[in-house]
C-alpha cells in the first residue's frame, strides 16, 4: 500500500523560503521517480520538480528553476523540496507524486503554501 504524506507547507512573505516533505512509504524506494505538483486556485495543476531517486537525476519547471531544489533522503525515504526567494505566483496547494507504469499514478494529499 503506497503512501505520501507531505508536509512544510505555510504562510510565508514574499521573498522567504520554505521546505516541503514527502514521506514514502509501501513500495522500493530506490529507481523510482518522484515529483513536486502545483495547482493554484483556478488554475490547472502543474509539475515543479522531479527527480530519478537511484540516479539523482533532477527536472525543474522554468517557473522555479534558480529558486526550489528538489532533493532526498534514501534512508527516510523523503524527498524534500526547498522553496526560496518565493513569490506571490507560487501560491497553491503542492503535492507529491510517484511515478509508476508510465504515469504518476500515487499523489500525497497536498500541503498548501500561500506567499503574500
Known amino acids: 500500500h503506497v503512501q505520501l504524506v507531505e508536509s512544510g507547507g505555510g504562510s510565508v512573505q514574499a521573498g522567504g523560503s520554505l521546505r516541503l516533505s514527502c514521506a514514502a512509504s509501501?513500495?522500493?524506494?530506490?529507481?523510482?521517480?518522484m515529483a513536486w505538483f502545483r495547482q493554484a486556485p483556478g488554475k490547472e495543476r502543474e509539475g515543479v520538480a522531479r527527480?530519478?531517486?537511484?540516479?539523482?537525476?533532477?527536472y525543474y519547471a522554468d517557473s522555479v528553476k534558480g529558486r526550489f531544489t528538489i532533493s532526498q533522503d534514501n534512508a527516510k525515504n523523503t524527498v524534500y523540496l526547498q522553496m526560496n526567494s518565493l513569490k506571490s505566483e507560487d501560491t497553491a496547494l503542492y503535492y507529491c507524486?510517484?511515478?509508476?507504469?508510465?504515469?504518476?499514478?500515487?499523489w500525497g494529499q497536498g500541503t498548501q503554501v500561500t506567499v503574500s
Open positions: 507524486a510517484k511515478r509508476e507504469l508510465g504515469g504518476w499514478k500515487y
Open positions: 527527480i530519478a531517486t537511484g540516479s539523482g537525476n533532477t
Open positions: 509501501g513500495y522500493t524506494y530506490n529507481r523510482n521517480c
